[in-house]
């Protein structure tokens, strides 16, 4: 009998704490989606993340990481985490930027000098202030910032001035702080979904795209161009964000959980890209691509005549904050 009644205790206590949403509720199930290969860091790092999330919180969450532009292309998935078909993804703030211009100041070309740089604007005064004004904006939340790489342009024909590229059709991502650059050299700039880009190329729709060396490598745009031109215009990042509406629903603690595992993928992630990098001039070198340097001071010089920041919604005063930081190296 006293069993009989400890059972049913049990069992009045499980059912209370489903009911209240308690340790034994259901499991949450996550979508986080991006638009990168499956064999890149940024989704290795991302499923290593949903992994750990799960084990922190004792199974309360089960995230799936969908890459390959599987929930749509980088403008959908922003979207969809005001929508609801994801909670998570990674992006980069020129996308944030279409929420809230002012984040995506640090696409204006030549902003940062390197990745220590970037990276070191990751932890400033200056990139807390512009992701809260994101957050405001969407209530969506920042965790972390990846290093994407250094983008450099790939074309049929090679070029060394700002002059050669006039006339250029240029693949360039669908957020306005893409476009910067080759529109003060003149190119005919023609905005691609990311997915679509390697046949693009391949059938002639464009002459040239940009990209770091890492994504040049992924996507295999070095089997349809020839040419690299190390125009190193833009120190890209990403950030993983987390929807307004997965965010309020999270609790102090798991919001730390959530934080923490983030920042320690952002970091390894990181690390992959820079050592990579650094190693695939050579290794496009070995496949026959012609590699062009240029005057990087040019190319700059005639982005800051032609284009200006109000133009893109970006505050020259952010800007200058960012020059004013030292990097770590």
């Given at each position: 009998?006293?069993?009989?009644?400890?059972?049913?205790?049990?069992?009045?206590?499980?059912?209370?704490?489903?009911?209240?949403?308690?340790?034994?509720?259901?499991?949450?199930?996550?979508?986080?989606?991006?638009?990168?290969?499956?064999?890149?860091?940024?989704?290795?790092?991302?499923?290593?993340?949903?992994?750990?999330?799960?084990?922190?919180?004792?199974?309360?969450?089960?995230?799936?990481?969908?890459?390959?532009?599987?929930?749509?292309?980088?403008?959908?998935?922003?979207?969809?985490?005001?929508?609801?078909?994801?909670?998570?993804?990674?992006?980069?703030?020129?996308?944030?930027?279409?929420?809230?211009?002012?984040?995506?100041?640090?696409?204006?070309?030549?902003?940062?000098?390197?990745?220590?740089?970037?990276?070191?604007?990751?932890?400033?005064?200056?990139?807390?202030?512009?992701?809260?004004?994101?957050?405001?904006?969407?209530?969506?939340?920042i965790l972390s910032v990846t290093y994407y790489g250094v983008r450099q342009a790939?074309?049929?024909?090679?070029?060394?001035?700002?002059?050669?590229?006039?006339?250029?059709?240029?693949?360039?991502?669908?957020?306005?702080?893409?476009?910067?650059?080759?529109?003060?050299?003149?190119?005919?700039?023609?905005?691609?979904?990311?997915?679509?880009?390697?046949?693009?190329?391949?059938?002639?729709?464009?002459?040239?795209?940009?990209?770091?060396?890492?994504?040049?490598?992924?996507?295999?745009?070095?089997?349809?161009?020839?040419?690299?031109?190390?125009?190193?215009?833009?120190?890209?990042?990403?950030?993983?964000?987390?929807?307004?509406?997965?965010?309020?629903k999270l609790s102090p603690e798991d919001r730390k959980i959530f934080t923490e595992?983030?920042?320690?993928?952002?970091?390894?992630?990181?690390?992959?890209?820079?050592?990579?990098?650094?190693?695939?001039?050579?290794?496009?070198?070995?496949?026959?691509?012609?590699?062009?340097?240029?005057?990087?001071?040019?190319?700059?010089?005639?982005?800051?005549?032609n284009i200006t920041f109000e133009s893109f919604g970006y505050r020259k005063a952010?800007?200058?904050?960012?020059?004013?930081?030292?990097?770590?190296?």
């Amino acid at each position: 009998m006293i069993d009989r009644r400890r059972g049913l205790a049990a069992a009045l206590a499980l059912a209370a704490a489903v009911a209240l949403g308690g340790p034994a509720s259901a499991q949450t199930k996550l979508k986080w989606a991006h638009v990168y290969e499956p064999a890149e860091p940024f989704h290795t790092a991302s499923v290593w993340a949903a992994g750990e999330i799960a084990k922190r919180t004792n199974g309360r969450y089960q995230i799936d990481v969908y890459p390959s532009s599987q929930l749509g292309k980088e403008s959908d998935i922003n979207q969809g985490l005001a929508l609801g078909t994801v909670d998570m993804i990674i992006s980069g703030s020129s996308f944030a930027g279409k929420a809230y211009p002012p984040i995506g100041v640090t696409y204006y070309p030549y902003t940062f000098r390197d990745a220590d740089h970037l990276l070191a604007y990751a932890k400033s005064d200056v990139f807390k202030e512009l992701a809260k004004g994101y957050e405001e904006k969407t209530g969506n939340q920042i965790l972390s910032v990846t290093y994407y790489g250094v983008r450099q342009a790939t074309s049929n024909k090679p070029f060394k001035t700002c002059a050669e590229m006039k006339g250029l059709k240029i693949r360039v991502p669908d957020a306005p702080a893409y476009l910067a650059m080759p529109k003060a050299c003149g190119a005919n700039i023609t905005p691609i979904a990311f997915a679509e880009v390697y046949l693009a190329l391949q059938n002639g729709t464009v002459d040239a795209q940009e990209n770091p060396l890492t994504t040049i490598e992924a996507k295999k745009f070095y089997e349809v161009q020839k040419n690299i031109i190390l125009t190193g215009h833009i120190v890209d990042h990403l950030n993983t964000v987390v929807s307004g509406a997965l965010w309020k629903k999270l609790s102090p603690e798991d919001r730390k959980i959530f934080t923490e595992v983030a920042q320690e993928a952002a970091a390894k992630a990181t690390a992959e890209v820079a050592k990579r990098e650094k190693e695939l001039l050579d290794v496009f070198k070995q496949k026959g691509l012609t590699i062009t340097e240029v005057d990087t001071a040019e190319f700059r010089d005639t982005v800051m005549k032609n284009i200006t920041f109000e133009s893109f919604g970006y505050r020259k005063a952010d800007w200058d904050r960012i020059q004013a930081i030292k990097s770590n190296m």
